[in-house]
């Protein structure tokens, strides 16, 4: 069974700093483009930041860029996320799924295998 697991998540102050890490089970990260996402309470799901398998080229949504850093260790089966300067805008629950090798898109809907999520809330 494919399946990801979220872990990280937490609450910290407005400026302060998380990872999150995102680990499959059930099958090779090797051959998949991992996205993360996020969904703020009212809100629609919306694409975070993304990396191809092959290349390792990366992607960000514009309100992350310069703050966030997303890696890969295809040894460990497992994607992070750094997240710095971290905003109250940030807070949502965060989730990684995966797509063919490439990024190509931000659409959720070209993603399958999702995991149950890590909350994180950025409050003083």
């Known amino acids: 069974q494919l399946q990801f697991v979220e872990s990280g998540g937490g609450l910290v102050q407005p400026g302060g700093s998380l990872r999150l890490s995102c680990a499959a089970s059930?099958?090779?990260?090797?051959?998949?483009?991992i996205g993360w996402f996020r969904q703020a309470p009212g809100k629609e799901r919306e694409g975070v930041s993304c990396?191809?398998?092959?290349?390792?080229?990366?992607y960000y949504a514009d309100s992350v860029k310069g703050r966030f850093t997303i890696s890969r260790d295809n040894a460990k089966n497992t994607v992070y996320l750094q997240m710095n300067s971290l905003k109250p805008e940030d807070t949502a629950v965060y989730y990684c799924a995966r797509r063919p090798f490439r990024c190509a898109t931000f659409r959720d809907s070209e993603f399958n295998s999702w995991g149950q999520g890590t909350q994180v809330t950025i409050s003083s």
């Open positions: 990396i191809n398998s092959s290349d390792g080229a990366t």
């Open positions: 059930g099958f090779t990260l090797d051959y998949s483009a």
